[in-house]
């Protein structure tokens, strides 16, 4: 008998006779006291968000490429990784060609295997976009794609994340029902809620433990 | 920088009284578990601090779980199944030698040499990082605090918190000497260098190893919660993930991991949220640029069915792995983790510990405990801890001949004749005749009680009965009142 065989059938000889206990699964308990009116989502996400150190900066549809400029030149950062093959990455691409002398685009356009080495010491910087966020826990809601792989948002650094404010839900499980994510779940999906962290050493909070040291949020509040 | 040499972890000696023992002669050990245990329970008891809506989540919580491992063996089947399908490959383990094998069955496929190891306590159950040691493959934590043990030949004294016995001076001193680097007591700089230092082993590690916080059966995904980034890592960087996890980690949907997280991450360190809640439901697609291009489940019994086989002690298999019952549990924040000598230590571990090694291993688990109640009380599933406890106190002392098998080791601590003075100790109580001339005895012969009686007076004075019984007093009183009337 293999193990499967042989662990299945131990467990099912010890449910003999027993029937499965209801599925009574009260959603109230997980919305209710996590549901916010309208104007208070984003200063909701933000209360949560900038308790762990996460930067968050408001702009526009309109005006983001241009704060996002003036985030990398503030920041002095060489480099920054984005995803040109997308809409948002289309506009930085346009912002940055009226300005030379902005600091380098990179494109992950090739299997990791390719460019380890330049991505894991050379790619101070990422901008990706999000799913949304949740309100309730300030996270931000992270499906890697083929334009922006997973360890785009997680090896540079400095991790810029772009939030339409219409896409900020109140909690978890909404997001899990609006999205249908039961239907089908990506490769790998994330729940971002700040800057990397740890607090191993004598309960001591450190940031940057091993993903970005900074993660840097552009909320656009017109869309 | 030199690279951590892998030295097999000290063993720990001794029994458990020795070592409890010891340990509470070290102050700096209790005066470090002392202070972390205060600030976990401050923590948490902040973030929940909605009583109406803590109990109610943890009844919702105690429920997800009951549902789950009430029909345990079909949803081990459609996680099976939906992971297969997601590209997945499944393996199952009965025994922690049969789970090392088949990872390094993987390992040896890749001719792999070096694996970077998430947080993994199943990983521990395993002792993966000794077992593959010992074929010559390097495994390397990740997670800081099990850098930090691993680094210092221990093992971790707390599930969440591995590092927690030791101080930031302790942690400089270690990192001076074994990694060569300028002594500093900075968290930060700390907490810089040994991220310095992993990120070179994540860009080369050829194999990457991670627990799993929840599996979930309906879209056959890996959920594992974090705060550093490192599980992402382990489970990203390399080309091939391997998920090591315990059959009763599988819930049913993926709506049921809303109230599992939020009870976890608030439970373990009163975070509404971790960092990073990273859902993995596959390999790298054809399409895709990175992420493993292998991905592997495996699912460990390791004495967790003979759990599943009892009504009462099925209800151990709810954890899920927050910690609370530690850091709430008088006993453990004295001794700390390390005393109790096995994988899993404080409450969790004592009820879990003796499915996995025995309790004939383990005899003095189920007694360290005071049953003050603080453990059933903070657990966010609703295990009734202290109920458990008194079960295994009755299986430590079953007799021998017992038809009732109920797990392996049980019955060590039977004797004859301490059966015996209970049976003796039962009559006496239960008749009153008896009761009377012990109690005329006990009282006339009090001066006859010796001033050492066992391991009781190490701590306590002897007792000494009274010269009169209460009952003789109390007849007395009536006696005198019927009298005044």
Known sequence: MSAKQSILAKLRKSLEGTTPVADNFDEALVTEPWTYAPEQRIAQLRKQMEAVHTEIHLSTEQAWPELLAQLVRDRQLPSLLIAPGTPHGQRVVEHWAGHPELPALKAYDRPVEEWKAELFNETPASLTTTLGAIAATGSLIVWPTREEPRLMSLVPPVHFALLKASEIHDNFYQVQQRQNWAAGMPTNALLVSGPSKTADIEQVLAYGAHGPKDLVVLILEDQ | MSTPTLIPTVEVQEDFRARAHEALGDSQLRNNFRSAMDSLMTKRAASFSDAHEREH????????????????????????????????????????????????????????????????????????????????????????????????????????????????????????????????????????????????????????????????????????????????????????????????????????????????????????????????????????????????????????????????????????????????????????????????????????????????????????????????????????????????????????????????????????????????????????TLYRAFGFAATRLRALIPSKVGPWTQNHSAPKPAARSLHDLAREHLSKQSGDQ
């Open chain 2, 57 to 432: 989540l943890r009844a919702l919580g105690n429920a997800i779980r009951a549902r789950a491992l009430s029909k345990l063996p079909e949803l081990l089947e459609r996680l099976e199944q939906n992971l297969t399908r997601n590209g997945v490959t499944v393996h199952w383990a009965e025994t922690v030698d049969e789970a090392n094998d088949l990872v390094f069955s993987i390992i040896r496929a890749h001719e792999a040499r070096q694996v970077i190891k998430g947080k993994s306590m199943v990983s521990e159950e395993m002792e993966m990082n000794h077992v593959l040691a010992a074929q010559g493959i390097e495994c390397l934590e990740s997670d800081m605090g099990e850098f930090i043990v691993q680094l210092d030949h221990e093992k971790p004294s707390h599930i969440i918190m591995p590092a927690i016995h030791k101080n930031a001076a302790q942690v400089a001193s270690l990192f001076h000497d074994k990694l060569g680097v300028e002594y500093t007591k900075d968290v930060d700089q700390l907490i810089q260098i040994g991220r310095k230092v992993l990120r070179q082993k994540f860009f080369e590690a050829d194999i990457g190893v991670s627990g799993v916080n929840f599996a979930v059966a309906e879209t056959g995904t890996l959920l594992l919660v974090e705060n550093e980034g490192n599980g992402r890592m382990s489970t990203t960087v390399p080309p091939v993930h391997i998920a090591v996890t315990g059959i009763e980690k599988v819930v049913e949907n993926l709506r049921d991991v809303v109230p599992l997280v939020s009870l976890l991450t608030r439970s373990a360190l009163g975070q509404p949220i971790t960092t990073y809640v990273n859902m993995i439901s596959g390999p790298r697609k054809a399409d895709e640029l990175d992420g493993p291009q292998e991905v592997h489940l495996v699912l460990l019994d390791n004495g967790r069915s003979q759990a599943f086989a009892d009504s009462e002690l099925r209800q151990t298999l709810n954890c899920i792995r927050c910690g609370a019952c530690m850091n709430h549990c008088p006993v453990y924040t004295r001794i700390g983790g390390h005393a109790y000598g096995e994988v899993y230590p404080g409450p969790i571990g004592k009820i879990i510990t003796p499915h996995m090694v025995g309790l004939a291993k383990v005899p003095d688990h189920p007694s360290a405990s005071s049953l003050c109640g603080a453990c059933g009380e903070v657990c966010p599933v609703k295990i009734p801890i202290p109920a458990l406890l008194r079960r295994l106190r009755e299986e430590n002392v079953k007799a021998p001949d017992s038809p009732h098998q109920v797990m392996r080791g049980q019955g060590s601590k039977y004797s004859r004749k301490e059966r015996f003075i209970w049976n003796a100790w039962a009559r006496l109580n239960s008749s009153p």
